[in-house]
């Protein structure tokens, strides 16, 4: 599943006409370095949630059939926050294990290193990737503990916004209702039931214009 639902404030105004999953870096739109790095996986079903003029993101990207993927569309009347939007969509995720990736961040990270981690999630509910902390957050968010992940320790690493899922972890929101992601994981996190592992390779959390044109220069200079 692919997280387009966001509305972009701190993207303005160039989220103001354009959905900020079809905003452009290195001159394709930072959805489809996502669904081109899935495919490349071997990942062809996708689940695309969308709000904010999410009919533009169906109309670009379509049945996914151009890029070798199948996809899906979870609308949302409005942005239901992560965890409410993945709950949402779970009719059409299925029962078992699934990928979850923010459009809104650009990432190398290879998708078949979490595949490998489905088989060794029979006892855990998510299986999360971490990140160093970037500038703009350098506090971090959760303690990477050998395999593990928790809540709190030192040092705290960022979580990147790719994670694998037991789809009982949101068994309990109901279907439309806004519900974050945080607090679900650090309740799992307490109970020992997430794993993880760091990713050492680029990753950019494309929030501001700013980053998106720095992005978008290194993109096109390599």
């Not at 905003?23 to 669904?35: Q, R």
């Not at 151009?66 to 969509?89: D, K, M, Q, W």
């Not at 950019?204 to 390599?222: C, F, H, I, S, Y």
Request: net charge negative.
């Amino acid at each position: 599943m692919i997280l387009a639902a966001g509305r972009g404030e701190r993207m303005r105004p160039l989220t103001d006409s354009t959905p900020k999953p079809l905003l452009e870096a290195g001159g394709k739109p930072l959805i489809v370095w996502h669904i081109e790095n899935l495919a490349r996986a071997g990942i062809r079903e996708l689940v695309i949630n969308h709000a904010h003029l999410g009919q533009q993101i169906e109309a670009f990207l379509g049945d996914g059939s151009r890029y070798g993927v199948s996809i899906h569309y979870s609308p949302e009347a409005e942005a239901l926050e992560t965890a409410g939007g993945i709950a949402n969509a779970l009719p059409l995720l299925g029962s078992d294990p699934f990928l979850v990736v923010n459009g809104d961040v650009f990432c190398d990270f290879d998708y078949n290193l979490l595949i490998r981690e489905e088989a060794r999630l029979d006892q855990q509910t998510a299986c999360l990737v971490l990140v160093d902390n970037p500038p703009h957050h350098p506090a971090g968010d959760f303690f990477l503990d050998g395999t593990k992940i928790r809540a709190q320790g030192t040092p705290l690493l960022t979580f990147s916004g790719i994670g694998l899922y037991r789809p009982q972890l949101f068994s309990a929101i109901p279907r439309g209702s806004k519900a974050p992601l945080a607090p679900l994981l650090r309740e799992a996190m307490n109970c020992g039931t997430v794993s993880g592992m760091r990713h050492h390779g680029r990753w950019v959390d494309v929030g501001t214009p700013g980053r998106l044109a720095m992005l978008d220069q290194e993109l096109r200079k390599n």
